[in-house]
C-alpha cells in the first residue's frame, strides 16, 4: 500500500526539535545538535512528513569543488512502520531531483551522487538499485567494526 498523506519537502529551523528526537540514538547531546544545526544551516535535509510528524530523512551535501556536479546522499532512514509503503522512494526520487535542481540553477552540470550502504542493509540496497543507484565499491567497515559499507554512485 502507497501512503498518501506523506509529505516530502525540505527542513526549515521549525523542524530542528522534531529532528533532535528523530537522532537520538546520537549518544553524545552535544554532537546531536551540531549534527541537526548542520544539516539544517549547511546541508540539505529531506523530510518524509505524515502530518507533522517527521517519518524519514535524507540528507545530502555538495562533495569538495561544486563545480565537479558531485553530491553525497547521507542519513537515509525511514521509520519501520513506513518501511514498504512508498517512503523511501519518494525521499529518493525528491532527493535526486533536488540535486538536479540545485546544480542547474547554478549552471553546473550534475554528474554523480555517491551514498554508502551496509551490505547487510538488502532492502536499502535493493531501494538505491531500483533508482538507479549501482554498487561501486566495497569499503569494509568504514562507519562500524560490525558492518561492511558499500559504495553507490547514479550517474546523473
Known sequence: MILTDIKISLATIDDKNQLLLFFKHYSNPELLERRVDCYISHNFTILAKDGDKIVGTLQWYVKEDPNCGVA?????????????????????????????????????????????????????????????????????????????????????
Open 72 to 156: 553525497e546522499f547521507e542519513e537515509f532512514h525511514v521509520l519501520e512502520e513506513y518501511r514498504g509503503k512508498g517512503t523511501g522512494s519518494s525521499l529518493l526520487s525528491f532527493g535526486v531531483q533536488h540535486v538536479k535542481d540545485y546544480f542547474s540553477k547554478h549552471k553546473i552540470k550534475a554528474r554523480r551522487i555517491y551514498a554508502f550502504v551496509g551490505k547487510e542493509r538488502e532492502v536499502a540496497r535493493h531501494l538505491f538499485e531500483k533508482h538507479g543507484f549501482k554498487q561501486i565499491s566495497e569499503v569494509g567497515n568504514l562507519f562500524s567494526d560490525d558492518e561492511i559499507d558499500l559504495i553507490y554512485c547514479l550517474e546523473i
